[in-house]
Each structure stands twice: as structure tokens, then as C-alpha cells.
């Protein structure tokens, strides 16, 4: 079955950065798209990023543009999402989203 898992967050100070990984399993990862979202609380879920399947285009949210860059690797089934610069603004809990699956999401905490 599909299996999304997340790993990398935790809890880094504001201009910090952090590397996100998702490691995917139970499908042909290398035939699609991969996205990552976040939900903070209160807020509606935001999508962060999409990658192509062949990695080869990328697009973003204006919150995290120039910030934050998604990657994927196809021979570990993997995409990751490098972020930099990290705000409080971007403290959320990070999910990694393939066609209606959700991983367990990853929680990154951006404070002083």
C-alpha cells in the first residue's frame, strides 16, 4: 500500500534552515508529481511546493519563494524540501502528498 514518511523536522531559530525528506513507497514514484503542504494551527492547509517527476519543474508558494526548495531523488524514492531562512511565520506541520495520500506529517517549530 502507499506509504508517505516524513522525517527532518524539529525545532530550529528564526534564519535557521532545515531538510525535509519523504520517502515514498507502494506506487511508481518516478511517474508523478509530488507536493509538500503545511497546516499551522488555526490555519487551512497551504500548499508549499509541487516537483514534476522528473524533478525538472518546480513551483511555490509566494510565502516561501526564494526560501524554500523542493528536490526529489527517483532511484530512493525520496523528495525533500531544503528550507532556508526559516521564519515563525513557517512553524506548521509539514506533509508530504502524493494523489489524496497524506503522510504523518513532520513537525518544524521555528522560535527563539
Known amino acids: 500500500q502507499v506509504q508517505l514518511v516524513e522525517s527532518g523536522g524539529g525545532l530550529v531559530q528564526p534564519g535557521g534552515s532545515l531538510r525535509l525528506s519523504c520517502a515514498a513507497s507502494g506506487f511508481t514514484f518516478s511517474n508523478y508529481a509530488m507536493t509538500w503542504y503545511r497546516q499551522a494551527p488555526g490555519k487551512e492547509r497551504e500548499l508549499v511546493a509541487r516537483?514534476?517527476?522528473?524533478?525538472?519543474?518546480?513551483s511555490y508558494a509566494d510565502s516561501v519563494k526564494g526560501r524554500f526548495t523542493i528536490s526529489r531523488d527517483n532511484a530512493k524514492n525520496t523528495v525533500y524540501l531544503q528550507m532556508n531562512s526559516l521564519k515563525s511565520e513557517d512553524t506548521a506541520v509539514y506533509y508530504c502528498?502524493?494523489?489524496?495520500?497524506w503522510g504523518q506529517g513532520t513537525q518544524v517549530t521555528v522560535s527563539s
Open positions: 502528498v502524493w494523489m489524496g495520500y
Open positions: 516537483i514534476t517527476s522528473g524533478g525538472g519543474s518546480t
